[in-house]
């Protein structure tokens, strides 16, 4: 697949793609990243992509020639337009699932007071990474590259992904290597005693509590699937 990401500040990727499961991903032509800085495609002589917006109030707005035209550059039957915008549809483990499928999506950064709201009839989808501001969409990018590549096939291990956080509504089991004792804290004996059914069933039991502590709204959300009552 490709992603190719629409931002005004490319510098901010520099080095991420570059380390570890991503760049291998890379070399091994699962993924192509594109970098498209819009401010190259502005009609303005200075290079201008924002201005003041209509009906007054603080802030500039990126405007929507540059992205428009960037977007149509590189666009094709098979692209998944993708807004990153504190409004959007909250990212999760599910959409990531849904994206890596994709043949190609372009992510576009936003930046000072945000976007003229008719670019949405140029996206298929606004997308946030939770409920906070940024000061723009480059990091958001990033973590939802960063979600997308490692689901693609042969990216990492099937295995790996199997009981992963979030598959089933559930967070992921814990996990302990050595040593055995730490400053008088033990790894749980059943994982020791070589037995995978009791193991098995350890981590399904741990999977369900550290849900129900941590994420009690995830928790509420399996038992219900589960027809499981809650006391």
Request: net charge neutral.
């Amino acid at each position: 697949m490709k992603i190719s990401i629409l931002t005004l500040f490319e510098d901010l990727f520099k080095g991420f793609f570059e380390n570890s499961i991503l760049k291998r991903a890379i070399e091994k032509n699962k993924v192509e990243i594109e970098i498209i800085n819009f401010r190259k495609f502005s009609k303005n002589k200075h290079g201008k992509v924002d201005d003041t917006p209509y009906g007054g109030g603080a802030g500039m707005v990126l405007q929507l020639q540059p992205i428009v035209d960037a977007i149509n550059s590189i666009k094709t039957k098979d692209t998944k337009v993708v807004l990153l915008t504190p409004g959007g549809k909250t990212f999760s483990q599910k959409l990531a699932y849904s994206f890596s499928k994709e043949k190609h999506i372009i992510l576009i950064c936003g930046h000072y007071e945000g976007f003229d709201e008719r670019i949405v009839n140029y996206i298929d989808e606004e997308i946030s990474i939770g409920d906070y501001v940024l000061t723009g969409g480059e990091i958001a990018a990033l973590v939802i590259s960063d979600a997308i590549i490692r689901l693609i096939p042969g990216v990492i291990s099937d295995n790996s992904l199997l009981d992963e956080s979030f598959n089933d509504d559930l967070l992921d089991y814990p996990v302990y290597t050595k040593p055995e004792i730490y400053d008088g804290y033990k790894v749980p004996e059943v994982l020791l005693s070589g037995n995978h059914k009791k193991i098995d069933q350890y981590r399904k039991d741990e999977r369900i509590k550290k849900t129900k502590k941590n994420r009690n709204d995830l928790y509420l959300k399996y038992t219900s699937k589960k027809g499981i009552k809650n006391e």
